[in-house]
T-cell receptor, first 112, second 116 residues
Framework: DAGITQSPRHKVTETGTPVTLRCHQT?????MYWYRQDPGHGLRLIHY???????DKGEVSDGYSVSRSKTEDFLLTLESATSSQTSVYFC???????????FGPGTRLTVT | AQSVTQPDIHITVSEGASLELRCNYS??????LFWYVQSPGQGLQLLLK??????LVQGIKGFEAEFKRSQSSFNLRKPSVHWSDAAEYFC??????????????FGKGTKLSVKP
């Protein structure tokens, strides 16, 4: 399995608090992604990175920000969490279009 | 716009029976196509991929998929299903935009149940 870890694996937080999720890879892949998964919606792309300090928005980026200061780490921040951000968040890595993406184990976030 | 459709939300098959999961895509160029499997509480695992060449591709766990350009389809098949195949399956198409060459658009998934 690709070396991808996500932390924390589970988190419960209150509305209005900031939350940061971390994705760490040991594969030295160039591309990294954050998705959220919700019933009936499949996986939706939040943000992605195509290199250190190079990031861009995905389909559902409102309310989220990201940072990538090192190849191996990609952080997802919810500046002020809302109940609509209760979801399972997955990080993925890729070397390019032909290789596909490899997924981390996910973080279950509950915003109360 | 690019899209992926998995027409079946939930399929139940008997153990030992054959399986076919449908996937249709909309994409202007030659697509990169993928199938993923997700067991409950787990991340997604890549089953197989197609980007050129032979239209019948083999994957892990005995799965295969066939690319049919004329039908814009990439259906997943398995000759004999095992109880451990019960999971959710996602089809995805690779798209290039912005700075990334590896973005994926996913279908909403098909949940497979296996009867003993």
């Amino acid at each position: 399995d690709a070396g991808i870890t996500q932390s924390p694996r589970h988190k419960v937080t209150e509305t209005g608090t900031p939350v940061t999720l971390r994705c760490h890879q040991t594969e030295n892949h160039r591309y990294m992604y954050w998705y959220r998964q919700d019933p009936g919606h499949g996986l939706r792309l939040i943000h992605y990175s195509y290199g250190v300090k190079d990031t861009d928005k995905g389909e559902v980026s409102d309310g989220y920000s990201v940072s990538r200061s090192k190849t191996e780490d990609f952080l997802l921040t919810l500046e002020s969490a809302t109940s609509s951000q209760t979801s399972v968040y997955f990080c993925a890595i890729s070397e390019g279009a032909k290789t596909g993406q490899y997924f981390g184990p996910g973080t279950r976030l509950t915003v109360t | 716009a690019q899209s992926v459709t998995q027409p079946d939300i939930h399929i139940t098959v008997s153990e030992g029976a054959s399986l076919e999961l449908r996937c249709n895509y909309s994409y202007g160029a030659t697509p990169y196509l993928f199938w993923y499997v997700q067991s409950p509480g787990q991340g997604l695992q890549l089953l197989l991929k197609y980007f050129s060449g032979d239209t019948l591709v083999q994957g892990i766990k005995g799965f295969e998929a066939e690319f049919k350009r004329s039908q814009s389809s990439f259906n997943l098949r398995k000759p004999s299903v095992h109880w451990s195949d019960a999971a959710e399956y996602f089809c995805a198409v690779g798209v290039n935009y912005g700075g990334s060459q590896g973005n994926l658009i996913f279908g909403k998934g098909t949940k497979l149940s296996v009867k003993p």
